[in-house]
């Protein structure tokens, strides 16, 4: 069965979090297996990673920027791969999804940080504010084509 895992930051209202939980209800109706991470709940351990076929990424807008939390675990995914040489944790589908307060420039910095990890499958989803229902939908959609991406 194919691992999907969902790894996302959500902190202030739980915005980013509603998309993940869509997110991984599109790819469990697609036939994956998910689990989903909050990094706001703790550390996610890089070691772990190597054994999901793909992954969903998703953040709040901080300052332009992904959230701490998920930025920790690409630090840690590039010492573990440049340094420690570990592998799996390169070339793998994956999509991002993210939400703002107005702005939204996260998005160029997540479509830069996360191409080390493999190949960005559709179009990243955003939502201004809490995601309604049209915008679940496309969640819901996008894990359903990043599950289907899986020869
Ligand atoms: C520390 C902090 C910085 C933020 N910076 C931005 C920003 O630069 N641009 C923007 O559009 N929204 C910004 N926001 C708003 C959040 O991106 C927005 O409320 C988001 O939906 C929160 O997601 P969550 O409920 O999943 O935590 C910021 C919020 C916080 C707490």
Same mark, same amino acid.
């Given at each position: 069965?194919?691992?999907?895992?969902? =790894?996302?930051?959500?902190?202030?209202?739980?915005?980013?979090?509603?998309?993940?939980?869509?997110i991984?209800?599109?790819?469990r109706?697609?036939?994956?297996?998910?689990?989903?991470?909050?990094?706001?709940?703790?550390?996610?351990?890089?070691?772990?990673? $190597?054994?999901?076929d793909?992954?969903a990424?998703?953040?709040p807008?901080?300052?332009?920027?992904?959230?701490?939390?998920?930025?920790?675990?690409?630090?840690?995914?590039?010492?573990a791969?440049?340094?420690?040489g =570990?592998?799996?944790?390169?070339?793998? $589908?994956?999509?991002?999804?993210?939400?703002?307060?107005?702005?939204g420039?996260?998005?160029?910095?997540?479509?830069?940080?996360?191409?080390?990890?493999?190949? =960005?499958i559709?179009? $990243?989803?955003?939502?201004?504010?809490? $995601?309604?229902?049209?915008?679940?939908?496309?969640?819901?959609? =996008?894990?359903e084509?990043?599950?289907?991406s899986?020869?």
């Amino acid at each position: 069965m194919t691992k999907a895992l969902v =790894l996302y930051h959500s902190q202030e209202y739980g915005n980013t979090a509603a998309m993940a939980k869509a997110i991984a209800d599109g790819l469990r109706e697609a036939g994956c297996e998910v689990d989903s991470f909050n990094t706001n709940d703790g550390r996610f351990d890089v070691n772990q990673f $190597p054994q999901y076929d793909c992954v969903a990424f998703g953040s709040p807008d901080y300052y332009s920027y992904i959230a701490g939390g998920l930025k920790t675990f690409m630090d840690d995914h590039y010492i573990a791969d440049v340094r420690d040489g =570990l592998d799996g944790l390169r070339e793998k $589908p994956y999509i991002l999804f993210y939400s703002h307060g107005g702005g939204g420039r996260v998005k160029d910095a997540m479509e830069r940080i996360f191409r080390r990890v493999g190949t =960005l499958i559709g179009e $990243p989803v955003g939502s201004r504010g809490k $995601p309604d229902e049209q915008i679940l939908q496309t969640c819901r959609a =996008l894990g359903e084509q990043l599950a289907k991406s899986i020869p």
